[in-house]
T-cell receptor
Framework: IAGITQAPTSQILAAGRRMTLRCTQDMRHNAMYWYRQDLGLGLRLIHYSNTAGTTGKGEVPDGYSVSRANTDDFPLTLASAVPSQTSVYFC????????????FGQGTRLTVV | KQEVTQIPAALSVPEGENLVLNCSFTDSAIYNLQWFRQDPGKGLTSLLLIQSSQREQTSGRLNASLDKSSGRSTLYIAASQPGDSATYLCAVRAGTYKYIFGTGTRLKVLA
């Protein structure tokens, strides 16, 4: 089934540890996004990529990095996790050439303790 | 700065009722507006996408309208069912990559 796959589904992480959240899509969408969702704040954009090889900063990029080595994968890395990064993380993609709707993964629930 | 507001934050209705969810945005310069459904602990499922040049979109019991000039969109759900219970989010696309989300309306349809 075509779509976006995120891994892991949930994770408890000790503060200071490094963590990579994985995101893979099989729709050949050129644009991919990472959001975090926090109660009362809605979804906020962390980083985005308009095409393989390019990335950009969103609204809340500090403490996060991304890479886009190919069309399908867009991993999000927390270099040294802090408790304020406890959140639900969503990966999304869309085809900007055809101006499609955005498709979302099922999310990764991350708790930093 | 674009802001997206959804009112009410929560809504309970009896089964079978027709209902309207509201989404308002402060800047009319949008590319499109998308309505999503989110079930507890799950991701976002796209319901309807309205381009800035369109006035409405329909899918089954759902109808979404867009009035750019007044900065408003509504999601109309006909003959609501308990399975419609979820949080409904609207998002405006304000740039190639820039989506601005509302904080959602939590809907509960009572059997």
């Amino acid at each position: 089934i075509a779509g976006i796959t995120q891994a892991p589904t949930s994770q408890i992480l000790a503060a200071g540890r490094r963590m990579t959240l994985r995101c893979t899509q099989d729709m050949r969408h050129n644009a991919m996004y990472w959001y975090r969702q926090d109660l009362g704040l809605g979804l906020r954009l962390i980083h985005y990529s308009n095409t393989a090889g390019t990335t950009g900063k969103g609204e809340v990029p500090d403490g996060y990095s991304v890479s886009r080595a190919n069309t399908d994968d867009f991993p999000l890395t927390l270099a040294s996790a802090v408790p304020s990064q406890t959140s639900v993380y969503f990966c999304a993609s869309r085809d900007t050439d055809r101006d499609t709707e955005a498709f979302f993964g099922q999310g990764t629930r991350l708790t930093v303790v | 700065k674009q802001e997206v507001t959804q009112i009410p934050a929560a809504l309970s209705v009896p089964e079978g009722e027709n209902l309207v969810l509201n989404c308002s945005f402060t800047d009319s310069a949008i590319y499109n507006l998308q309505w999503f459904r989110q079930d507890p602990g799950k991701g976002l499922t796209s319901l309807l996408l309205i381009q800035s040049s369109q006035r409405e979109q329909t899918s089954g019991r759902l109808n979404a309208s867009l009035d750019k000039s007044s900065g408003r969109s509504t999601l109309y759900i006909a003959a609501s069912q308990p399975g419609d219970s979820a949080t409904y989010l609207c998002a405006v696309r304000a740039g190639t990559y820039k989506y601005i989300f509302g904080t959602g309306t939590r809907l509960k349809v009572l059997a």
